[in-house]
């Protein structure tokens, strides 16, 4: 593949993925709702957005089950301690959480957060 084909892909590939994100904020856009990247850290938040990613990670010899959560201005991880699996909680579901925003070396966290499926932008 030529340098100008290739970049031509990767900046396809980036206006796709910008577009997307747009089209997430304004799906989820809502006056109860902060934006993940607005949200203030320590204090009681509603978020939605679509689960990226959801691993099983435990911490300090207790299973926690972690997601990342995506509204399209920015990413969050929600850890839910002592649980190994939830049903519904998977990669592309979209969910709307109630938690207090903390810092895990340097990564903004919802412990615990509570959460209700929602349908997607797409559904």
């Known amino acids: 593949m030529s340098k100008g084909r290739l970049r ?4 396809a590939w980036a206006n796709n993925a910008s577009q997307e994100a747009r089209d997430l904020q304004d799906a989820y856009a809502n006056k109860d709702v902060a934006r993940i990247v607005d949200a203030p850290d320590r204090a009681q938040v509603r978020l939605r957005g679509t689960l990226r990613t959801v691993t099983l990670r435990p911490r300090g010899g207790v299973p926690a089950l972690e997601a990342e959560l995506f509204d399209g201005s920015g ?4 850890v839910w301690l002592g649980r190994r699996r939830i049903a519904g909680i998977n990669p592309g579901r979209s969910l709307d959480v109630i938690g207090r925003i903390g810092s895990h070396d340097g990564v903004r966290t919802l412990y615990n957060p509570r959460y209700t499926l929602i349908p997607g932008p797409h559904e």
Not at 8 to 11: G, Q, T
Not at 75 to 78: A, E, P, R, S
């Open 8 to 11: 031509r892909s990767l900046s």
């Open 75 to 78: 990413v969050i991880t929600l």
